[in-house]
């Protein structure tokens, strides 16, 4: 297993650890499991293009470890009322949409590639996340949890707005 994929694995393996820290309301911890499995986001990426070590593996697990470690601190953020259900719900009925188009698209041998503003929207997600993390790490200044709220709340927008990106891109996909 080259680099990049042992990155992706180590971003997967670090969910459960930083729940387990998060309910145990260890926030700093939380926050640095959560800094360090987003920042092998980056690397694995960099690497892999770099060093042409692109693999099948990578390009399925990648966005899959990125989507369980950010709606995992999502789910958290609910459970502690942060953030609303509905916005989650939001942000996975466009994950179902574009992974319904890229299954139908990969019926007819056809891959659908990722755009720059799925990509912002994944950024704005682990940002906000760190910053209502570092809210929760530091409780003297409150003020930290407001501003990853609203920098959710972009994140939220950027969801919607590379979500009808991808279906006018590809809307061929559903007349196939």
Do not use: H
């Not at 930083?18 to 987003?38: C, D, G, Q, R, W």
């Not at 916005?87 to 891959?111: D, H, K, N, Y």
């Amino acid at each position: 297993m080259n680099l990049p994929n042992k990155l992706t694995l180590i971003r997967v393996i670090a969910v459960p650890f930083f729940i387990i820290l998060f309910l145990m309301e260890k926030y700093p911890a939380a926050l640095v499991i959560f800094v360090a499995a987003s920042i092998t986001d980056y690397f694995d990426g960099k690497i892999a293009r770099e060093q042409n070590l692109v693999t099948n593996f990578g390009k399925i697990m990648d966005p899959l470890a990125d989507k369980i470690l950010v709606y995992s601190a999502l789910c958290l953020f609910i459970e502690v009322e942060l953030i609303d259900a509905w916005m989650l719900i939001v942000i996975l009925a466009r994950e179902f949409i574009i992974a319904g188009m890229r299954t139908v698209a990969a019926s007819e041998g056809r891959v659908l590639a990722a755009g720059m503003s799925g990509k912002i929207k994944t950024a704005l997600q682990m940002v906000s996340v760190c910053i209502i993390l570092l809210g929760l790490a530091v409780p003297d200044v409150p003020k930290i949890v407001i501003v990853g709220y609203y920098v959710f709340l972009l994140s939220l927008v950027m969801t919607i707005y590379s979500g009808c990106e991808y279906v006018i891109k590809n809307k061929d996909v559903f007349s196939m």
